[in-house]
């Protein structure tokens, strides 16, 4: 499986690589290559990664972004860390936190073998570390999963149902062209940015979803995401500046990429479930939204660059051999930590 997959890892703000986690994942012999994309205000010492004296299991890539001073440099780091990447899929591993690879692995299978599936994800879950032991909450996502034959069903149900797709296992050219677009338009919009990676590769094709095996462990930390107010919530979204600009180019985004792949047309459905959520989350009736119109035509002066990207990248993919591996429990993957 060692050229199948890539641990994409972003260091946002802050200058070292939790040793933890590439203990754990050299403890692991994860054998999957590894690019640190770093954004921190200045570049890491990287010799350590590339003499490899604590992770000699590793296959690490290390670059430097520049500072992710906004989530729109962050979104230009990403861009560039995926255009290094080869392999057929690719995962955002955030430097922090901890991943089963085992589950990884299991996600590279079902991806290999369900050609119809743009994303795999399985259980999410915090983990707590005290002294002596290691607390497993309860699974962050449950929504099952979005397997509608229609383009328009599933983005549908990716908006009403709404799960983060951060942690998911994706194909690499589609996950490419996705932050291709989002540096092409200068997004600094979290909220855009959080969304729109889930109705994007809902458009695309089907979502694994996931909740009964080890996979995703989150250690909430110290990111350019949860501090110095770059994010908003999505209940505030309609109040900020981005809305103006952020509503009719993921109305574009959505259509122009069913359009595309399925010649379907749902820019008005979407558009009207899309800020039906909204204006539902801010409190608000969607009658009293009277830009709808508006924003649907807005959103058609954006379709043309999209269009130029999309173009660019395949999104037909093929068969990869790979075994499929044992799943593990939560209780199984913790008791590996030896705390």
Partial sequence: MKDLLTLVVPLLDRHALTHRVLQNLNRQKCEFKIIVADGSLTEFNKERLKQGVFYENLDIEYFYNGHDY??????????????????????????DDLIDISGIRRGVYFMSNNLDYSTYRNDVRTLEFSDSYVDIKDSLYTYPSIEQEEAKDRLIDSVINFNSFNYAVFRSEQIKCFFEIMDLFDNNDFQLFSKS????????????????????????????????????KFREWMDTKFWDKS???????????????????????????????VCEKAGISDSQYKNLNRDIEESKKFD???????????FEDKEYGCEQCDAKTNEEFVQSLNI
């Fill in 197 to 232: 990676l889930a109705y994007f590769f809902a458009s695309i094709g089907k979502c694994k979803r996931l909740f009964n095996e080890s996979y995703y462990y989150f250690i909430p930390g110290y990111t350019i995401l949860q501090t110095g107010n770059k994010i908003h």
């Fill in 247 to 277: 509503c009719p180019l993921m109305i574009s985004m959505a259509s122009s990429i069913c359009e595309h792949l399925h010649k379907e047309d749902v820019r008005r459905p979407f558009a009207e479930v899309f800020i039906k959520e």
């Fill in 70 to 95: 906004d989530i729109n440099r962050y979104m230009n780091k990403m861009h560039n860390a995926f255009q290094k990447i080869s392999t057929p899929f690719a995962m955002i591993f955030d430097n």
């Fill in 304 to 314: 043309s660059k999209i269009r130029q990207v999309l173009e660019k990248y395949k």
